[in-house]
């Protein structure tokens, strides 16, 4: 059974930072690549970044290049989302996810099948 499990949202101010933590079970960690994405209350869920296996390639969306930084440790099979420089409109639940289906890495929501549980993070300005 494939388990994915986020950590390290919380409460911040403008301008700070958090790092989110996300640990895979189940699969071949390093196979695969892996999606940050979030969802505030009314709106879509969006792709924030994503990785491939290796963790050489790496993606952004415009609104969090140049903030925000994912990385993974497949030793450690964990990965990771550090945010720097936190603005209110990044208030949302973020999850992590993964897909054995998926050979590149997708800000797509839809191309992905394990998913986590989400951790909040909120930004007050």
């Known amino acids: 059974q494939v388990q994915v499990v986020e950590s390290g949202g919380g409460l911040v101010r403008e301008g700070e930072s958090l790092r989110l933590s996300c640990t895979v079970s189940?699969?071949?960690?390093?196979?695969?690549?892996m999606g940050w994405f979030r969802q505030a209350p009314g709106k879509e869920r969006e792709g924030v970044s994503c990785?491939?296996?290796?963790?050489?390639?790496?993606y952004y969306a415009d609104s969090v290049k140049g903030r925000f930084t994912i990385a993974r440790d497949n030793a450690k099979k964990t990965f990771y989302l550090q945010m720097n420089n936190l603005k209110a409109e990044d208030t949302a639940m973020y999850y992590c996810?993964?897909?054995?289906?998926?050979?590149?890495?997708?800000?797509?929501?839809?191309?992905?099948?394990?998913w986590g549980q989400g951790t909040q993070v909120t930004v007050s300005s």
């Open positions: 990785i491939n296996w290796s963790g050489y390639n790496t």
């Open positions: 996810a993964t897909g054995d289906q998926l050979r590149r890495p997708s800000l797509v929501h839809s191309d992905y099948n394990y």
């Open positions: 189940g699969l071949p960690f390093g196979s695969y690549p």
